[in-house]
């Protein structure tokens, strides 16, 4: 695998920072998208509680209420919160026409990383999530 980074430090080929506003973009449009998942999902939580459960589902049930409301109420909108700075600092640069800023580069790989992260985890939970669901209905 070649190394995006010469040895000097500096990036061989710099991703435009038309294409980091997009990829940001994108994120941040998918952090719209969780959130309405997590509402649906707390949505359809609630209606299979209500409808009685045995005591082997309730620990199941605290765990995905407890993801559910961490997901909802605190880490998707931390991940919007760091997307919009993200995108702050990028509108800075543009004023001041900067077209390279290791730091930025280095901010976005990491901010991409942790997105896809999350997103990956997130997945697993709704295909777990789902599961549960379907095996009750």
């Given at each position: 695998m070649?190394?995006?980074?010469?040895s000097?430090?500096?990036?061989i080929?710099?991703?435009?920072?038309?294409?980091?506003?997009?990829s940001?973009?994108?994120w941040l449009?998918a952090?719209?998208?969780?959130?309405?998942?997590?509402g649906?999902?707390?949505?359809?939580?609630d209606?299979?509680v209500?409808?009685?459960?045995?005591?082997?589902?309730?620990?199941?049930?605290?765990?995905?209420?407890?993801?559910?409301?961490y997901y909802?109420?605190?880490l998707?909108?931390?991940?919007?919160k760091?997307?919009k700075?993200?995108?702050?600092k990028?509108a800075?640069?543009?004023?001041?026409?900067?077209?390279?800023?290791?730091?930025y580069?280095e901010?976005h790989?990491e901010?991409?990383?942790?997105?896809?992260?999350?997103m990956k985890?997130f997945n697993?939970?709704?295909?777990?999530f789902f599961s549960?669901?379907?095996k009750?209905?």
């Amino acid at each position: 695998m070649i190394s995006v980074l010469a040895s000097t430090g500096k990036y061989i080929l710099e991703p435009s920072l038309m294409d980091m506003h997009h990829s940001s973009l994108e994120w941040l449009s998918a952090t719209v998208l969780w959130k309405q998942e997590v509402g649906f999902f707390q949505k359809l939580l609630d209606s299979y509680v209500s409808k009685g459960t045995v005591a082997d589902e309730k620990k199941k049930i605290s765990h995905f209420q407890n993801v559910i409301t961490y997901y909802g109420g605190e880490l998707i909108d931390t991940l919007r919160k760091k997307i919009k700075i993200h995108e702050h600092k990028l509108a800075d640069l543009l004023q001041e026409s900067k077209s390279s800023d290791k730091e930025y580069y280095e901010e976005h790989g990491e901010l991409m990383e942790e997105l896809s992260a999350f997103m990956k985890t997130f997945n697993s939970f709704k295909s777990e999530f789902f599961s549960f669901i379907d095996k009750k209905l």
